[in-house]
């Protein structure tokens, strides 16, 4: 059977990938090719047995492989959630993601969330994972983001007004609606990434004789039987996903789909741009009512995407319209070292001002302070710790900054920690609580007199309209319920 070969020779040590169905099949040679290459991989499976497994298979064939499992469950929202926001907690770059899991031609069945199972599985999940894990991206860029299609993307129709096909279910149906809402997905998503230095690719496989058939039975699984001899290899059927991951000529975008390790052609229905925004606000509804509330069954708002796109700072619906310079003056920004806070410091510091990032991670820190420095040569940034989880932390950062800084003219309390499990603080304090409010709160007290005496001065609270979410699913299950 034919097959291209990467050919790419790039070396990933320094690299983070996530591989998502890397237990098995193309999954787990790509994640196989990615450590011998010298990446950190992360697999990303549902099953942790499995994934312990594969774990152990790809140690013993490569020596020095730095691997981390990590369970993912994409038929679930509530674990994609969860996945990211470990992900985003513990990882300080993630440059390569790639969404490689699916699930071939199932039985007729609905998620936990309420959705169809391939749907689900092969997009939604994946859209919500991506999402989320934006800022580890763009903060990491260049960066890729992979997602794993197919040729059936040609037989792909999308009802909008059925996307439960609870009547007009077929498996292979719904495969191919699922492999096109990738496309779709991609298409989007590339716009909106513009300037980012992230890039996001589709990628057809080929016939890859992997455990894809699993769910087939009778004649079409024994169909696929006689044609086990056309089908490539998993080692084949990885190759376009390390090409698009690898090619040093595809670190800037350059088209979107590839088959064949080479730039391919796509069916009508994918190059539809009005179906590619429908699909990205139907997804973002439908998780608007199902992350963290599976009761909730209104399809339409704007609330969760908003949460979305407030974390990530990156689809702007306004903008700054202010040219004000900053010369000589000061401003402390806590946590500053990925997403809106560093978007934030990087802007005040291109308008002259000194920035004092405040920050729990000294070595992202650093980064974040010598990227905005390589952009801005004239920039002054300095970098303090702060855990806003600790008040002695905030009181000796309090300490720092008014034994460096004579001047405070704008601080802004930008960091904060989003849905986390239920934790205490070394004070015994709610996490949330306590980091997004009780430590700016003291922070701002000890640092108010030289805010004070540096005035006309400003205090910046970054809040959320997450304020509303409460009230929000309360409406939402009177009317229904
Ligand atoms: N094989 C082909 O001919 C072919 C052709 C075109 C496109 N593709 C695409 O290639 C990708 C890889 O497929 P493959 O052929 O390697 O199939 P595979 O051997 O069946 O591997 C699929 C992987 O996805 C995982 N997965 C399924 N449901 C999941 C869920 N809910 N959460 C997390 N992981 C889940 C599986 O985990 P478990 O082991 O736990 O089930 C497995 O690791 C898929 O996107 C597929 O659609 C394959």
């Known amino acids: 059977m034919f097959s291209a070969k990467c050919k790419s020779k790039a070396r990933l040590e320094g690299r983070t990938a996530i591989v998502t169905g890397s237990n098995t099949g193309i999954g787990y040679e790509t994640a196989r090719e990615l450590l011998k290459r010298g990446a950190r991989v992360i697999l990303a499976n549902r099953d942790l047995e499995k994934s312990q497994k594969a774990g152990e298979m790809l140690c013993a064939e490569v020596p020095a492989c730095q691997l981390r499992l990590l369970r993912l469950d994409l038929a679930s929202l509530k674990s994609v959630h969860t996945f990211a926001m470990e992900i985003l907690a513990t990882e300080s770059n993630v440059h390569l993601l790639i969404n490689n899991a699916g699930v071939f031609a199932c039985p007729y069945t609905l998620t936990e969330d309420g959705n169809e199972m391939q749907f689900q599985t092969n997009h939604l999940g994946h859209f919500l994972l991506t999402l989320l894990l934006l800022p580890a991206l763009k903060v990491s860029a260049p960066s890729r983001i992979i997602n794993v299609s197919s040729k059936l993307h040609w037989f792909g129709k999308i009802d909008f007004d059925d996307m439960e096909m609870s009547k007009t279910y077929k498996p292979t149906k719904a495969y191919s609606r699922s492999k096109l809402c990738n496309m779709l997905f991609t298409k989007e998503l590339i716009k909106r990434l513009q300037g980012t230095g992230v890039v996001a690719y589709t990628v057809d496989p080929g016939m890859v004789a992997t455990e894809a058939t699993r769910h087939l039975k009778g004649t079409a699984a024994s169909m696929q039987k006689k044609m086990e001899f056309l089908k ?50 139907l997804s973002e509804d439908l998780l608007l009512c199902q992350v963290g509330s599976a009761a909730c069954v209104i399809r339409r708002n704007l609330f969760y995407p908003q949460i979305i796109q407030e974390r990530m700072g990156l689809f702007r619906n306004g903008s700054c319209t202010s040219d004000a310079k900053l010369d000589g003056k000061t401003v402390v920004i806590t946590g500053a070292n990925s997403g809106i806070g560093f978007e934030t410091a990087r802007e005040l510091a291109k308008r002259g001002a000194r920035v004092v990032m405040a920050n729990r991670n000294m070595e992202l820190s650093k980064r974040a302070a010598e990227k905005i420095r390589s952009e801005v040569p004239y920039a002054q940034v300095n970098v303090v710790q702060l855990n806003l989880a600790s008040l002695k932390s905030v009181e000796s950062c309090a300490d720092e900054i008014l034994r460096t800084e004579s001047q405070i003219n704008i601080l802004i309390n930008n960091a904060g920690v989003f849905m986390c499990p239920f934790m205490l603080t070394e004070d015994d304090l709610e996490t949330q609580f306590q980091t997004n409010h009780l430590g700016h709160f003291l922070l701002t007290l000890l640092l108010l007199p030289r805010i004070e005496s540096s005035a006309p001065a400003r205090i910046i609270n970054v809040s959320s309209s997450g304020y509303k979410c409460k009230l929000l699913i309360y409406q939402i299950r009177k009317k229904n319920f």
């Open 232 to 281: 490539k290899s998993p080692v084949q059927g990885a190759q376009t996903t390390l090409h698009c991951a690898l090619s040093e000529k595809l670190a800037v975008q350059k088209g979107m789909h590839y088959s064949e390790c080479s730039s391919a052609a796509i069916s009508c229905g994918a190059k539809r741009k009005e179906d590619a925004m429908k699909l990205w606000k």
